[in-house]
């Protein structure tokens, strides 16, 4: 059974560009959640989607989107980049909506660096 | 609000010893805690978790918690470590009506031969 593919899983941008990360959960899975990984805060939510609508948002600013199509793959936003998006993003899987009933599987990852 | 604690961003023991990696929670009903490993250039695996019910929790690789609800705690234990067990630990919280996981700043293990 295949895990989490996050693509790509390196990426270098220059300050002002946009990126788009995309995340495939395990098959079945109908949910997907998005955190950021960096060395000054830690894990921070991003949103979480289940079944194309979004049902959870972290407290980060509109630069950041996500979209979930309707075999379940996601893809996150991040527009106008700033040297602070530097980080690992991580995106986790699970079968329906909310970690505390179904669990979450998590990806490696995408680590972007803003330069 | 709920937020979580970790004590000690980096903790060492040497193989064979016993291993504590200390979480304090905060949390306004009753909590779902997680432990998640990291290793380097990966992404988090569950070792543990505790819904309700039973306070030890057993997950993997040896790993145990328990919770103990007066002193808002988590602790995770493992008897004896392994050069293995060397990784980045996370504790996490999640509270019925806001599911994201809410995560501690992570304790670093490093187990000397």
């Known amino acids: 059974k295949a895990g989490v593919t996050q693509t790509p899983r390196y990426l270098i941008k220059t300050r002002g560009q946009q990126v788009t990360l995309s995340c495939s959960p395990i098959s079945g899975h109908r949910s997907v959640s998005w955190y950021q990984q960096t060395p000054g805060q830690g894990l921070q939510f991003l949103f979480e989607y289940f079944s194309e609508t979004q049902r959870n948002k972290g407290n980060f600013p509109g630069r950041f989107s996500g979209r979930q199509f309707s075999n379940s793959r996601s893809e996150m936003n991040v527009s106008t980049l700033e040297l602070g998006d530097s980080a690992l993003y991580l995106c986790?899987?699970?079968?329906?909506?909310?970690?505390?009933?179904?669990?979450?599987?998590f990806g490696s990852g995408t680590r972007l660096t803003v330069v | 609000a709920q937020s979580v604690t970790q004590l000690g961003s980096h903790v060492s023991v040497s193989e064979g010893a016993l291993v504590l990696l200390r979480c304090n929670y905060s949390s306004s009903v009753p909590p779902y805690l997680f432990w998640y490993v990291q290793y380097p250039n990966q992404g988090l695996q569950l070792l543990l978790k505790y819904t309700t019910g039973a306070t030890l929790v057993k997950g993997i690789n040896g790993f145990e918690a328990e919770f103990k609800k007066s002193e808002t705690s988590f602790h995770l234990t493992k008897p004896s470590a392994h050069m293995s067990d060397a990784a980045e630990y996370f504790c996490a919280v999640s509270e019925a009506g806001n599911e994201k996981l809410t995560f501690g700043t992570g304790t670093r293990l490093t187990i000397i031969p």
């Open positions: 986790a899987s699970s079968l329906g909506p909310g970690v505390r009933a179904y669990g979450y599987t």
